[in-house]
């Protein structure tokens, strides 16, 4: 999923038969995002520097060591913009269809999904 931060709406959605990270998901879906669009990610999207330039995600911890002072601003500045982020999948997980099992129509899955960021980006607007 992707969302504008400024205007707070969903743009894009893509899903994948199965259990799959939104990292694969993103690898495998051929969504190349426009060098322009800045991509703020968590820290489970390590790599995504060699997919997309224009990313950031946040420094981890080495082994046996600690972070600079510079890194853990870093991060915390990071946190600070990708809070608008995680507030929009906050509202879509409400209508409980991205937060647990999916028992319907595999087929008509992703319709309800777009149906719902439709909805989202609607009652955003007003």
Do not use: W
């Not at 060591?65 to 890194?71: C, D, K, S, Y």
């Not at 997980?93 to 989202?120: C, D, H, P, Q, S």
């Amino acid at each position: 999923m992707r969302a504008c931060r400024r205007s707070r709406q969903i743009i894009d959605t893509r899903f994948a038969k199965g259990a799959r990270h939104d990292f694969s998901l993103y690898k495998h879906s051929k969504a190349n995002l426009p060098d322009a669009i800045e991509c703020l990610a968590d820290s489970g999207y390590q790599g995504l520097l060699d997919l997309h330039e224009n990313s950031r995600t946040p420094f981890k911890k080495p082994k046996g060591g600690e972070l600079t002072a510079a890194q853990k601003e870093f991060n915390k500045q990071l946190a600070k913009e990708r809070v608008v982020i995680e507030h929009i999948i906050r509202h879509l997980k409400i209508f409980r269809i991205l937060a647990e099992r999916y028992r319907n129509r595999r087929r008509r899955f992703m319709l309800r999904v777009n149906l719902i960021a439709g909805l989202y980006n609607d009652a955003i607007d007003h």
